[in-house]
């Protein structure tokens, strides 16, 4: 499709639970992407999201009265809604829309029945957060139209775009209420696929064969299965993020998505030159000491420094492969340098250890750690004894003696620079790792590999993971790390392979010379150039195209009314 003037957006809504809401990866997906669009369309870009700030403020939201105090008085007055308009404290600030949904709460039951009524979205088995979530979006398509009216934006062309099954209602409730704006809905994960793979059920052998509809009634996933199958088959364009997500997308929602929409990374905030020394410099030492402090006993300086990082999910983040990986790179009798291996994946805890505390400053520590037997972790779990990490850890043998060459580190809290054992953020710790391994089974972007390789740091991932197909079509050229990244081959049956894969690449990089090394972290980083946002962002100006010409399409029909 040629741009020309009438594909091009006046005005663009985008919502997610996640805008000003840091809980997940699309936060990074939106926070880093926003910037590149703000220089596009300045201030005609408008994010929504959830107003959940009572007691204290969100630490990324500022608030400017400022702006559009006129229609935020007149919501409140004639549609009820509680709109605090702001910047969001991110590159480019763009301005951001918060509202509250809870006073919209009591109307459950009747917006749910239109729902039914307009678009067959099957909640009668709702539960969990998806009530809030689908209040949420409503409201967030009261905000939408209440903005259109207010200003006369009809003459204009206007783009409202929903972010995962939680916003799909809005989307909904925008094609029936305005329907001269143009929808986008970008899943950036199905529920079901993600399902199946979180319950051990094999995805890809027999992706094919399931039947959305009934997979969502096995796994008592109906509700939001429905909002989002219903959500992308009715939009004027359907978005997703890699081209394996795409396949689920069309088995599962029974619609192809019309635009992959990669996810980029703003790396204006890495440190380059000799700033970035220096904080490599500091974060290893941060490392090594809590490691050693940790066992108890030295580590060699030039110890290979490895982790892997992500939500706490077992298989499909593969960390149930890390582990295995790193079982049998203990028993290679030939490996000759020091391996430690941080697990930073955020678990249930209670808060730091207190003895692990006191030794880092220096203290005699006045209490042992609540978590007897688990020599190798940074904070104390609630539940050590059901903690699926410690138990294979554990299983595997690992006894973190002086004079074993593989340790492992297991760092169950988020890594924020408050924790009480770094004090160093997740980007700040990464910058001090050697390598990374991120073997995935259900991965449909990748932000870790992708960040990994922004901060200079090759890393390892798999064809399941979709930065994994893109890397390897645009940069895992050459056997092995030697261009940065390798791309292992995994599927539903070759969990051994993988491991003894992961292995044997971390042996090599053993061996290494600095040199050698130095070479490879630019290959990395190079890589990460071509998987920007200035690249990138394209696709989302493509998809608002082909919104605006569906859009035009769609409205030049004439209108059939649903039979009774």
Same mark, same amino acid.
């Given at each position: 499709?040629?741009?020309?003037?009438?594909?091009?957006?006046?005005?663009?809504?985008?919502?997610?639970?996640? =805008?000003?809401?840091? *809980?997940?990866?699309?936060?990074?997906?939106?926070?880093?992407?926003?910037?590149?669009?703000?220089?596009?369309?300045?201030?005609?870009?408008?994010?929504?999201?959830?107003?959940?700030?009572?007691?204290?403020?969100?630490?990324?939201?500022?608030?400017?009265?400022?702006?559009?105090?006129?229609?935020?008085?007149?919501?409140?007055?004639?549609?009820?809604?509680?709109?605090?308009?702001?910047?969001?404290?991110?590159?480019?600030?763009?301005? =951001?829309?918060?509202?509250?949904?809870?006073?919209?709460?009591?109307?459950?039951?009747?917006?749910?029945?239109?729902?039914?009524?307009?678009?067959? *979205?099957?909640?009668?088995?709702?539960?969990?957060?998806?009530?809030?979530?689908?209040?949420?979006?409503?409201?967030?398509?009261?905000?939408?139209?209440?903005?259109?009216?207010?200003?006369?934006?009809?003459?204009?062309?206007?783009?409202? #775009?929903?972010?995962?099954?939680?916003?799909?209602?809005?989307?909904?409730?925008?094609?029936?209420? =305005?329907?001269?704006?143009?929808?986008?809905?970008?899943?950036?994960?199905?529920?079901?696929?993600?399902?199946?793979?979180?319950?051990?059920?094999?995805?890809?052998?027999?992706?094919?064969?399931?039947?959305?509809?009934?997979?969502?009634?096995?796994?008592?996933?109906?509700?939001?299965?429905?909002?989002?199958?219903?959500?992308?088959?009715?939009?004027?364009?359907?978005?997703? *993020?890699?081209?394996?997500?795409?396949?689920?997308?069309?088995?599962?929602?029974?619609?192809?998505?019309?635009?992959?929409?990669?996810?980029?990374?703003?790396?204006?905030?890495?440190?380059?030159?000799?700033?970035?020394?220096?904080?490599?410099?500091?974060?290893?030492?941060?490392?090594?000491?809590?490691?050693?402090?940790?066992?108890? #006993?030295?580590?060699?300086?030039?110890?290979?420094?490895?982790?892997?990082?992500?939500?706490?999910?077992?298989?499909?983040?593969?960390?149930?492969?890390?582990?295995?990986?790193?079982?049998?790179?203990?028993?290679?009798?030939?490996?000759?340098?020091?391996? =430690?291996?941080?697990?930073?994946?955020?678990?249930?805890?209670?808060?730091?250890?207190?003895?692990?505390?006191?030794?880092?400053?220096?203290?005699?520590?006045?209490?042992?750690?609540?978590?007897?037997?688990?020599?190798?972790?940074?904070?104390?779990? *609630?539940?050590?004894?059901?903690?699926?990490?410690?138990?294979?850890?554990?299983?595997?043998?690992?006894?973190?003696?002086?004079?074993?060459?593989?340790?492992?580190?297991?760092?169950?809290?988020?890594?924020?620079?408050?924790?009480?054992?770094?004090?160093?953020?997740?980007?700040?710790?990464?910058?001090?790792?050697?390598?990374?391994?991120?073997?995935?089974?259900?991965?449909?972007?990748?932000?870790?590999?992708?960040?990994?390789?922004?901060?200079?740091?090759?890393?390892?991932?798999?064809?399941?993971?979709?930065?994994?197909?893109?890397?390897?079509?645009?940069?895992?050229?050459?056997?092995?790390?030697?261009?940065?990244?390798?791309?292992?081959?995994?599927?539903?049956?070759?969990?051994?392979?993988?491991?003894?894969?992961?292995?044997?690449?971390?042996?090599?990089?053993?061996?290494?010379?600095?040199?050698?090394?130095?070479?490879?972290?630019?290959?990395?980083?190079?890589?990460?150039?071509?998987?920007?946002?200035?690249?990138?962002?394209?696709?989302?100006?493509?998809?608002?195209?082909?919104?605006?010409?569906?859009?035009?399409?769609?409205?030049?029909?004439?209108?059939?009314?649903?039979?009774?």
């Amino acid at each position: 499709m040629q741009a020309d003037a009438r594909y091009t957006p006046d005005y663009i809504f985008e919502a997610s639970w996640e =805008v000003c809401n840091k *809980v997940g990866g699309i936060y990074t997906v939106l926070s880093t992407r926003a910037n590149s669009l703000q220089k596009i369309y300045t201030d005609r870009i408008f994010f929504i999201g959830p107003d959940l700030w009572e007691r204290q403020e969100s630490p990324w939201f500022k608030e400017d009265r400022t702006l559009y105090p006129g229609w935020c008085d007149d919501a409140l007055q004639n549609q009820h809604l509680e709109i605090r308009a702001g910047r969001w404290d991110i590159p480019g600030e763009p301005i =951001v829309f918060l509202v509250k949904f809870a006073p919209f709460l009591s109307k459950q039951n009747e917006i749910y029945t239109k729902m039914w009524l307009d678009y067959e *979205v099957d909640s009668i088995d709702a539960y969990g957060d998806y009530h809030e979530s689908v209040i949420f979006a409503y409201v967030t398509g009261l905000l939408i139209e209440s903005f259109y009216r207010y200003h006369s934006l009809e003459p204009y062309h206007v783009i409202a #775009h929903f972010n995962e099954w939680m916003l799909g209602t809005g989307a909904l409730y925008i094609k029936k209420k =305005v329907p001269k704006i143009a929808t986008i809905f970008t899943t950036h994960a199905t529920s079901i696929g993600r399902s199946i793979a979180g319950n051990n059920l094999p995805l890809y052998n027999h992706l094919k064969e399931y039947n959305g509809d009934q997979m969502a009634r096995q796994l008592n996933m109906t509700a939001k299965h429905s909002i989002e199958k219903k959500a992308a088959q009715n939009v004027d364009c359907f978005t997703t *993020v890699s081209e394996i997500t795409a396949l689920e997308c069309t088995q599962f929602l029974e619609r192809q998505p019309d635009v992959v929409t990669p996810n980029g990374f703003e790396k204006d905030f890495i440190p380059a030159g000799r700033a970035y020394q220096q904080s490599r410099k500091r974060a290893r030492k941060v490392l090594l000491e809590v490691a050693e402090t940790t066992m108890g #006993h030295a580590i060699h300086r030039d110890a290979l420094l490895i982790g892997i990082s992500g939500r706490y999910e077992y298989k499909n983040k593969g960390i149930d492969v890390f582990i295995e990986a790193m079982s049998h790179l203990r028993k290679m009798k030939e490996l000759t340098k020091d391996v =430690v291996a941080f697990i930073m994946i955020p678990g249930w805890i209670k808060g730091p250890r207190k003895d692990l505390q006191a030794l880092l400053t220096g203290d005699h520590p006045k209490e042992t750690s609540s978590s007897p037997g688990c020599p190798f972790i940074t904070h104390d779990l *609630v539940d050590p004894q059901h903690d699926m990490v410690v138990n294979q850890i554990q299983h595997a043998g690992f006894c973190h003696s002086q004079d074993e060459r593989v340790k492992i580190i297991f760092v169950p809290s988020y890594l924020n620079g408050n924790d009480g054992i770094f004090n160093l953020s997740y980007y700040d710790l990464l910058i001090g790792l050697d390598l990374t391994v991120f073997p995935s089974y259900y991965e449909p972007w990748g932000y870790t590999p992708h960040e990994s390789v922004a901060f200079s740091i090759p890393t390892i991932t798999t064809t399941l993971a979709g930065f994994g197909v893109w890397a390897q079509r645009e940069g895992d050229k050459t056997e092995g790390l030697d261009d940065g990244i390798e791309v292992i081959y995994r599927n539903d049956d070759n969990f051994l392979e993988v491991t003894e894969e992961i292995a044997s690449l971390i042996y090599d990089f053993t061996l290494k010379s600095v040199e050698q090394i130095k070479i490879l972290k630019q290959s990395a980083a190079a890589l990460s150039d071509r998987a920007d946002w200035a690249h990138f962002v394209a696709r989302y100006q493509e998809a608002y195209r082909k919104a605006l010409h569906n859009s035009f399409i769609r409205l030049s029909k004439p209108y059939k009314l649903k039979a009774e």
